[in-house]
């Protein structure tokens, strides 16, 4: 059984930092893209980041660039979202995703992504 879990999130100020972090289990960390994807009440579920399964190729959404990274450690079969300078329209509830995939070419649509973990709420206030 495939599972990944969130966490990380929490209520941070303004320009502030979190690391999310995504932990898989019942899967082989090369044979997966990672991804990231956040939603806020009333919005759509949007693209922030994916990487491939080596690392070598990272894509980022425009409102994130710069502020974001995204890595990932397979010996630990975990990914990370490192967030700097938080601004409060990126308050939403963050899930990570899988994909199966061995290639450098990455996707950003929520439903090329087959595995999702429950999310993990990170709030930014003014």
């Known amino acids: 059984q495939v599972q990944l879990v969130e966490s990380g999130g929490g209520l941070v100020q303004a320009g502030g930092s979190l690391r999310l972090s995504c932990t898989a289990s019942?899967?082989?960390?090369?044979?997966?893209?990672m991804g990231w994807f956040r939603q806020a009440p009333g919005k759509e579920r949007g693209f922030v980041a994916a990487?491939?399964?080596?690392?070598?190729?990272?894509d980022y959404a425009d409102s994130v660039k710069g502020r974001f990274t995204i890595s990932r450690d397979n010996a630990k079969n975990t990914v990370y979202l490192q967030m700097s300078s938080l601004k409060p329209e990126d308050t939403a509830v963050f899930y990570c995703?899988?994909?199966?995939?061995?290639?450098?070419?990455?996707?950003?649509?929520?439903?090329?992504?087959?595995?999702w973990g429950q999310g993990t709420q990170v709030t930014v206030s003014s």
């Open positions: 990487i491939s399964w080596s690392g070598a190729s990272t």
């Open positions: 019942g899967i082989r960390s090369s044979a997966y893209a």
């Open positions: 995703a899988a994909r199966l995939s061995r290639s450098n070419i990455l996707v950003t649509s929520f439903s090329s992504y087959g595995y």
